[in-house]
């Protein structure tokens, strides 16, 4: 069963819509008008053209953030991913750890960002829950309520090198250097941090779980479920992807399938300032990518007969 480990009132999150500038040698965002809920901010996030990907002027509907988050664990490194089912499109998607920018945030967004890591990407251990930390500042615990969180052995965030490009809150420019796009399909400008996380050494037996909230009624719920871990890892190997995707268990690395799998729109194009698709087939950016999956072999007899074994001890307990 899956485990309810908060309840939030939607109505109490505000953000603003966006006046936002562009030319080929960076882009500035701005809010406008007056606070939105939810339900409103939704209401706005409609497809919308632009004639020119590289110089604009345009109003929009949001500031999104996301993390391309590298994770460091047993001397190797891995991007995490997140399966999340998006309600206002109707799809599944893999995607980077993300979320909406709070107006009182919208200067500040890598602060959002820190917080969707401390909310989605939960590390566990035999002993509790890790908490974390961005170089000196500790994250916030938002589940402490319901689970319990060792007090000592934090994993550690730190920035990586940004884009190229600056981008500018008014006249104040993020000094991360996130990359920024604006996606046409819901008239969002979307940021997206580099960061890495390094899980101390004398962690042992990790899993790994991701935690989002979904809107039921008039709602929003977190809930952990054991059973669908739903984090996901893609190796590295001198710092670009494998075609491989995993799940983490006990210090265990299960295969995951990538049967009709598709990823966000993140991992789609981007011409100029951006990108025009909802989300991309996974062997379609393989192929952007220049990467091959292995194709992994039958299961032998007695995998299957292990296998089936599991799922009945598993029934029986």
């Given at each position: 069963?899956?485990?309810?480990l908060?309840?939030?009132?939607?109505?109490?999150?505000?953000?603003?819509?966006?006046?936002?500038?562009?030319?080929?040698?960076?882009?500035?965002?701005?809010?406008?008008g007056v606070?939105?809920?939810?339900?409103?901010?939704?209401?706005r996030?409609?497809?919308?053209?632009?004639?020119d990907?590289?110089r604009?002027?345009?109003?929009?509907a949001?500031?999104?953030?996301?993390?391309?988050?590298?994770?460091?664990?047993?001397?190797?490194?891995?991007?995490?991913?997140?399966?999340?089912?998006?309600?206002?499109r109707?799809?599944?998607?893999?995607?980077?750890?993300?979320g909406y920018?709070?107006?009182?945030e919208?200067?500040?967004?890598?602060?959002?960002?820190?917080q969707?890591?401390?909310?989605?990407?939960?590390?566990?251990?035999?002993?509790?829950?890790?908490?974390g930390?961005?170089?000196?500042?500790?994250?916030?615990?938002?589940?402490?309520?319901?689970?319990?969180?060792?007090e000592t052995?934090?994993?550690?965030?730190?920035?990586?090198?940004?884009?190229?490009?600056?981008?500018?809150?008014?006249?104040?420019?993020?000094?991360?250097?996130?990359?920024?796009?604006?996606?046409?399909?819901?008239?969002?400008?979307?940021l997206?941090?580099?960061?890495?996380l390094?899980?101390?050494?004398?962690?042992?037996?990790?899993?790994?779980?991701h935690?989002?909230?979904?809107?039921?009624?008039?709602?929003?719920?977190?809930?952990?479920?054991?059973?669908?871990?739903?984090?996901?890892?893609?190796?590295?190997?001198d710092?670009?992807?494998?075609?491989?995707?995993?799940?983490l268990?006990?210090?265990?690395?299960?295969?995951a399938?990538?049967?009709?799998l598709?990823?966000?729109e993140?991992?789609?194009q981007?011409?100029?300032?951006?990108?025009r698709?909802?989300?991309?087939?996974?062997?379609?950016?393989?192929?952007?990518?220049?990467?091959?999956?292995?194709?992994?072999?039958?299961a032998?007899?007695?995998?299957?007969?292990?296998?089936k074994?599991?799922?009945?001890?598993?029934?029986?307990?």
């Amino acid at each position: 069963m899956p485990r309810t480990l908060i309840r939030k009132n939607p109505s109490n999150f505000k953000t603003l819509p966006l006046h936002v500038e562009a030319t080929a040698e960076g882009l500035t965002y701005q809010s406008i008008g007056v606070p939105l809920n939810f339900a409103q901010t939704l209401q706005r996030r409609k497809a919308i053209q632009l004639p020119d990907a590289q110089r604009f002027v345009a109003e929009l509907a949001n500031l999104g953030v996301s993390v391309r988050l590298t994770l460091h664990w047993q001397g190797r490194d891995y991007w995490v991913l997140v399966r999340q089912r998006r309600q206002d499109r109707g799809d599944v998607v893999l995607k980077l750890i993300s979320g909406y920018v709070p107006a009182q945030e919208l200067n500040l967004p890598l602060h959002t960002a820190i917080q969707e890591v401390a909310e989605e990407c939960l590390l566990e251990t035999p002993e509790g829950w890790l908490g974390g930390r961005f170089n000196d500042t500790w994250l916030p615990a938002p589940y402490a309520a319901a689970l319990h969180y060792r007090e000592t052995l934090p994993f550690v965030l730190t920035p990586q090198s940004g884009a190229a490009r600056p981008v500018h809150c008014g006249n104040l420019m993020l000094l991360e250097r996130p990359r920024a796009y604006v996606h046409l399909p819901t008239a969002s400008l979307q940021l997206i941090y580099d960061l890495r996380l390094q899980v101390p050494r004398e962690a042992k037996s990790l899993s790994l779980f991701h935690v989002d909230e979904r809107l039921e009624g008039e709602q929003l719920v977190a809930r952990l479920n054991r059973k669908r871990p739903d984090l996901y890892l893609m190796p590295l190997k001198d710092g670009q992807p494998l075609a491989e995707l995993y799940t983490l268990k006990k210090d265990q690395l299960l295969p995951a399938s990538t049967r009709g799998l598709w990823l966000a729109e993140s991992f789609a194009q981007q011409e100029g300032w951006v990108v025009r698709d909802e989300r991309v087939r996974w062997r379609d950016w393989l192929k952007q990518q220049g990467l091959v999956e292995r194709k992994r072999e039958p299961a032998s007899h007695l995998e299957r007969f292990s296998a089936k074994a599991k799922k009945l001890l598993a029934r029986v307990l």
